[in-house]
Structures are given as C-alpha cells and as structure tokens.
C-alpha cells in the first residue's frame, strides 16, 4: 500500500507563488507517474501536471509557463512550484501516484487564491 500526503495549501494574493510538496510512503515501484490534480467548486478534477520516474513532464494549458512539478525521487517526493496564480487557480489539489497498476490518491490541500 502507498500512502501519499500532500502539504503546503494556503490563502494567497493573484500574483503570488507557492510550492505544494506531496510525500509518498510505503511500498512504491520505482516505476511510476506522480501528478497533481486539482478540483475547484462544482467543477470535475483534472490533471494540472505529471512527471515520470525518469523526468518526463506533462501540463494542463492553464498552467503552462507559471507551474513546474519536480519530483526527487530519493525522498519519494514531488513538488509543485506555482508561480503567477491566479484566481481561477483556487481549488483542491490532490497528489496521485501511478505505478501502472493502481491509482493512488493523497486526500487534497486547498489552495485559495483571492483577486
């Protein structure tokens, strides 16, 4: 079992910049996918940015060019560095972990971004 607990959601200024850390635990395969995901009032959660065991990354539009993931694979960690929010960036964030045979689900930070 893998667990994954995210860290670092917080009330910000449109401008700002956070960082959201997502630290997995337990029995992890080397080869892996960890993304962020993110859910905001109403609306169905969706993929923000994705970055493979071997450092491939992947991002929604929305958020190119103002968030990078990293990920260190030594401490099992991955990170998101969000640079430029913006209002409509408000939502829960979730970590997930794929290891190409379960899906795995940290349980969210909130992340409000006011105008």
């Known amino acids: 079992q893998v667990r994954l607990v995210e860290s670092g959601g917080s009330l910000v200024q449109a401008g700002d910049s956070l960082r959201l850390s997502c630290a997995a635990s337990g029995r992890i395969l080397s080869i892996n996918v960890m993304a962020w995901y993110r859910q905001a009032p109403g609306k169905q959660r969706e993929l923000v940015a994705q970055?493979?065991?071997?450092?491939?990354?992947n991002y929604a539009d929305s958020v190119k060019g103002r968030f990078t993931i990293s990920r260190d694979n030594a401490k099992n960690t991955v990170y998101l560095h969000m640079n430029k929010v913006k209002p409509e960036d408000t939502a829960v964030y979730y970590c997930n972990l794929f290891d190409y045979r379960t899906d795995y689900w940290g349980p969210g930070t909130q992340v409000t971004v006011s105008s």
């Open positions: 970055i493979s065991n071997g450092g491939s990354t």
